[in-house]
């Protein structure tokens, strides 16, 4: 069983994000084999959602505050988002790092708002094309799995990590499959230091309909999480079926 996510971001309105729930649960493509989701806006998810019941499609959450209920303004919580119908939530997505600032710290304490809510946490990770030119992958990717790992208590709860290198994301130059594959196996052995378990480990970056194989046929790949491609119905339905 592999897993296909498609993150729709901040791409699609409340109308388009409805119309193309609508078309995937329409779509005969084999749900069965595979685990999908999508990662709606906040603003449709709950519609989204609707749409999406009785199917084998779920629903994730792009992010969540930190805290379960509150004074909080503008933020919604892991527990919004679980009693509205979310499976999952992406938490420490790059764009959250980069362009909203948010902290490895912050990141742990999502993780934790996820898990005491009862979503899946798929916890992204990857370094900058700067850590990169420094050889300091090894070096980010520790530090990041590190605060969100460390000493966490699961309590009989999921966590997924999505390998997402922040130079690969909306680029169109993906990660080799060679490279991620060892960057995978690298990252499972990592976590299992913390969790004393395996857990699925995703590749995301400049997936597409064309290359989405040499990723998903790797034993150590257990799946992909896709942008851009995810917000199309044609190309996330032809993903969904290569894989
Ligand atoms: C992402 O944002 O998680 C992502 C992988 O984007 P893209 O597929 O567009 O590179």
Same mark, same amino acid.
Request: charged fraction near 25%; glycine fraction near 10%; include cysteine.
């Given at each position: 069983?592999?897993?296909?996510?498609?993150?729709?971001?901040?791409?699609?309105? $409340?109308? #388009?994000?409805?119309?193309?729930?609508?078309?995937?649960?329409? #779509?005969?493509?084999?749900?069965?084999?595979? #685990?999908?989701?999508? $990662?709606?806006? +906040?603003?449709?998810?709950?519609?989204?959602?609707?749409?999406?019941?009785?199917?084998?499609?779920?629903?994730?959450?792009?992010?969540?505050?930190?805290?379960?209920?509150?004074?909080? +303004?503008?933020?919604?919580?892991?527990?919004? $988002?679980?009693?509205?119908?979310? *499976?999952?939530?992406?938490?420490?997505?790059?764009?959250?790092?980069?362009?909203?600032?948010?902290?490895?710290?912050?990141?742990?304490?999502?993780?934790?708002?996820?898990?005491?809510?009862?979503?899946?946490?798929?916890?992204?990770?990857?370094? +900058?094309?700067?850590?990169?030119?420094?050889?300091?992958?090894?070096?980010?990717? *520790?530090?990041?799995?590190?605060?969100? $790992?460390?000493?966490?208590?699961?309590?009989?709860?999921?966590?997924?990590?999505?390998?997402? !290198?922040?130079?690969?994301?909306?680029?169109?130059? !993906?990660?080799? !499959?060679?490279?991620?594959?060892?960057?995978?196996?690298?990252?499972?052995?990592?976590?299992?230091?913390?969790?004393?378990?395996?857990?699925?480990?995703?590749?995301?970056?400049?997936?597409?309909?064309?290359?989405?194989?040499?990723?998903?046929?790797?034993?150590?790949?257990?799946?992909?999480?896709?942008?851009?491609?995810? +917000?199309?119905?044609?190309?996330?339905?032809?993903?969904?079926?290569?894989?």
């Amino acid at each position: 069983m592999k897993y296909v996510f498609g993150n729709w971001k901040m791409y699609l309105d $409340f109308e #388009e994000s409805v119309i193309l729930a609508q078309a995937l649960v329409e #779509e005969s493509f084999n749900k069965e084999k595979n #685990e999908v989701a999508i $990662f709606p806006s +906040t603003l449709a998810a709950r519609e989204v959602i609707m749409c999406l019941n009785g199917s084998r499609i779920a629903a994730g959450a792009q992010d969540v505050a930190w805290v379960s209920k509150g004074a909080y +303004t503008g933020a919604v919580s892991a527990h919004m $988002f679980k009693s509205a119908g979310c *499976k999952y939530a992406l938490v420490g997505h790059s764009e959250r790092r980069y362009v909203f600032n948010e902290s490895d710290d912050d990141v742990r304490k999502k993780i934790e708002a996820c898990l005491d809510a009862g979503l899946i946490p798929v916890v992204c990770v990857g370094e +900058t094309q700067e850590d990169l030119n420094e050889n300091k992958r090894e070096y980010r990717l *520790k530090k990041q799995l590190m605060k969100a $790992f460390e000493g966490l208590q699961i309590n009989g709860g999921k966590v997924m990590v999505a390998y997402e !290198p922040v130079w690969a994301i909306g680029s169109g130059k !993906p990660c080799g !499959p060679d490279e991620a594959d060892s960057v995978h196996g690298w990252i499972k052995l990592e976590v299992k230091q913390y969790l004393g378990q395996d857990i699925p480990v995703l590749y995301g970056g400049s997936v597409n309909p064309e290359n989405v194989v040499s990723y998903a046929a790797r034993d150590v790949i257990d799946g992909v999480l896709v942008g851009g491609a995810s +917000t199309k119905l044609e190309s996330f339905v032809k993903l969904i079926n290569y894989v």
